[in-house]
């Protein structure tokens, strides 16, 4: 079942009836019966002061008869019925309502007039960040903050981050996260919102993506002639911008390295099979060569042979023709990666 935002059952939406209760005490009421009624409920959306309200009326109210629960509901429900249109209230909930839909600048500038910041709650915010954000994040944070902000991570995306520290930090990191059972909820509160700030201070970037993946990117779309060319010149003017390029770089010979067996047969599913025979008559040596063979070994013993048979019926292939129908190839799988239909092996030297 999905959310239920809060504004919506504040004390303020439950007023007059028969019965004498208050408007908090049937907003009370209905919590309890959403709850009752498996609702997931943003109750965080409250105030601390309509939270501390509906904690101790929920604990003195005791029971209601069915005749008021159906008055309290039927109240409810009319209101929620007269309603025609809601708007945010203050500038902060406008421009919440209204991101992605106007522009970056706009939005940054809007909020520094007015003085808010991003709504929300600060730890679901940090728990969707990219691994690639979370580790600039860290990359300034004390060792004990560290340890607060990984432990409350989901597991999986816990030990990624943590292989992608520096292994001292990440030792250190672990050793603190010991002591973080006597840190109570309100000091892990302030650090999340401590560490969202941090976030919407962040400078407005142009680009989504950093530069060595737009350039691996393009890269990857060019020419083995060309690629190579532009890579031998980086290295020799920025090599630590080169060894990042190089990292984003995803042609045919690093299929069999990044690829998984058993998704092969979907990869080679949608490919033209003129382009398959074009790109295996080709690459024949070295790790074009391993691709191909990782290719052929991995689909149906079949289709295997119908592909070697028109490798040879083929003949020779030219470079002009084959990096087209290998482009085609990595093309496909990039796509599935995107798509998340398929995850790509993560080399051991990258982890470091």
Known sequence: MSAIPMAKITPSTASGGRSNLSRKQKAAIIVRFLLNEGADLELTELSEAQQSDLTYLMGEMGYIDRETLGEVLMEFAHELESIGLSFPNGISGALNVLEGKISPLTAARLRKEAGVRVAGQPWQRIKALPIDELVELLSSESIEVSAVLISKLAVDKAATLLSRLPGDKARRITYAMSMTDQIGPE?????????????????????????????GEILNNSTSATRDDILESLEQTDAEFAVKVRKTIFTYAHIHKRLKKLDVPAVLRDIDQNDLITALGYATNGDLG???????????????????????????????????AMAEITKTVRSLVDLGDIELIVPEDEDA
Do not use: K
């Not at 892990?188 to 919407?200: E, H, N, P, S």
């Open 290 to 324: 391993e691709t191909s063979n990782f290719l052929l070994e991995n689909i149906s013993v079949r289709l295997a042979d119908q592909l070697r048979e028109g490798v040879e019926d083929r003949g020779a292939v030219r470079l002009a023709e084959a990096e087209p």
């Open 187 to 215: 000091a892990v509160d302030r650090i999340g919102l401590t560490l969202a700030c941090q976030i919407d201070d962040r400078p407005i970037r142009a680009f989504n993506e950093g530069p060595e993946n737009r350039l």
